[in-house]
């Protein structure tokens, strides 16, 4: 009889298992920067009350006062219907209105109010902030290089200037009904 205890440390030719090795790539790294922009940008205008969504539609608007819903829905790429839940929310913060087109009765122009233009320029200057903080590990040449690889990036994948791709899948908030 003996009195030792059998042996339960693993052979050696099982490596204990390590650490994985950390994902690289220029893929993962666009997707882990722009889920952290994302998540801090939203932080900030959420200051003001705004979503990140909700500061696209305004800055589209601005930049075509006067553009339908119904256009504003096809260059998103959305259906109507999620355009008109946007601008019901920002209607009701008294940040845009709807104006009946003098050339179709039916559509609604849409419009930036005062209130709206002002809160504009509160999300341009935290934006700004905000840029500036993500990229302040690069100097101005670097930052404009940056930029024009991005610009070719984006062109080649075909994504629509100045359009979050987000809008196609915002999800309403169990709070309040509305997208986030």
């Avoid at 930049?63 to 019901?88: F, H, K, M, N």
């Avoid at 903080?133 to 075909?158: F, G, H, I, K």
């Amino acid at each position: 009889m003996s009195d030792r205890q059998p042996d339960t440390t693993p052979p050696a030719s099982d490596p204990a298992p390590g650490p994985a090795s950390a994902p690289r790539g220029a893929a993962f790294l666009l997707a882990q920067i722009g889920a952290h922009a994302a998540g801090r940008f939203a932080e900030r205008v959420g200051d003001l009350g705004l979503t990140p969504a909700d500061v696209g539609l305004l800055r589209m608007i601005a930049g075509r006062p006067g553009r339908s819903q119904r256009a504003l829905a096809e260059d998103l790429g959305v259906v109507p219907s999620r355009v008109v839940t946007l601008i019901d929310s920002l209607e009701g913060k008294g940040l845009v209105e709807r104006r009946r087109s003098a050339e179709d009765r039916r559509n609604h122009e849409l419009h930036l109010t005062a209130e709206g233009r002002r809160t504009l320029g509160a999300v341009s200057r935290k934006a700004a902030a905000h840029e500036d903080d993500l990229l302040a590990a690069l100097d101005p040449a670097q930052r404009a290089q940056l930029l024009d690889l991005l610009e070719r990036v984006a062109t080649q994948q075909e994504l629509t200037p100045g359009v979050h791709p987000g809008y196609r899948t915002l999800q309403k908030s169990p709070r309040s009904g509305r997208p986030e």
